[in-house]
T-cell receptor, first 110, second 113 residues
Framework: DTAVSQTPKYLVTQMGNDKSIKCEQN?????MYWYKQDSKKFLKIMFS???????INETVPNRFSPKSPDKAHLNLHINSLELGDSAVYFC?????????FGQGTRLTVV | GENVEQHPSTLSVQEGDSAVIKCTYS??????FPWYKQELGKRPQLIID?????GEKKDQRIAVTLNKTAKHFSLHITETQPEDSAVYFC????????????FGTGTRLKVLA
């Protein structure tokens, strides 16, 4: 059973398009995150949700809009995609300490 | 703002030697310090963690030390093996109400056979 799963694994799209990445966790965790990992492998937090409530928004452009329909799901919608959005996006969840990551979505904007 | 510095950015060691990766954090309220290993094309996975009420923790060939006064913590890998080759990330967070893990910039470890 996959603890944190995100889809799709790969996403190639043209500049200006709108796309979504979905994330689901079956661990019963209250907190979910989106992280962006760039080509230099830096892991930067984008958003954090606790019990469906947005807790952290780390100066992410408002083209990025997270949505948490319930505490097991956290989706990421991106409008008007730009070349600089190309990266690997990781969803994660945690309860108290350890964060569990999804397998990542490699987004390539061409 | 909160920041975690990690050194070195790359590290090459001979198989069987030890590897040490060091991190410094800025948020004095941080009390939970995990280390993640990320193999090529894979997700980051927890390998060891330490809470602020402990100075050292060991799990087989891996150990972590914490100096709260200096806001330093380090990962030590002994008897390195080729499968230890990966990118390692340190992180700092406040364990209760953990809404943010601040990650270090990563260390690419290469173990040479």
């Amino acid at each position: 059973d996959t603890a944190v799963s995100q889809t799709p694994k790969y996403l190639v799209t043209q500049m200006g398009n709108d796309k979504s990445i979905k994330c689901e966790q079956n661990l019963g965790h209250d907190t979910m995150y989106w992280y962006k990992q760039d080509s230099k492998k830096f892991l930067k937090i984008m958003f954090s949700y606790n019990n469906k409530e947005l807790i952290i928004n780390e100066t992410v452009p408002n083209r990025f809009s997270p949505k948490s329909p319930d505490k097991a799901h956290l989706n990421l919608h991106i409008n008007s995609l730009e070349l600089g959005d190309s990266a690997v996006y990781f969803c994660a969840s945690s309860s108290d300490t350890e964060a569990f990551f999804g397998q990542g979505t490699r987004l390539t904007v061409v | 703002g909160e920041n975690v510095e990690q050194h070195p950015s790359t590290l090459s060691v001979q198989e069987g030697d030890s590897a040490v990766i060091k991190c410094t954090y800025s948020d004095s309220a941080s009390n939970y310090f995990p280390w993640y290993k990320q193999e090529l094309g894979k997700r980051p996975q927890l390998i060891i963690d330490i809470r602020s009420n402990v100075g050292e923790k060991k799990d087989q060939r891996i150990a972590v030390t914490l100096n709260k006064t200096a806001k330093h913590f380090s990962l030590h890998i002994t008897e390195t093996q080729p499968e230890d080759s990966a990118v390692y990330f340190c992180a700092a967070s406040r364990a209760s109400g953990t809404y943010k893990y601040i990650f270090g910039t990563g260390t690419r470890l290469k173990v040479l056979a």
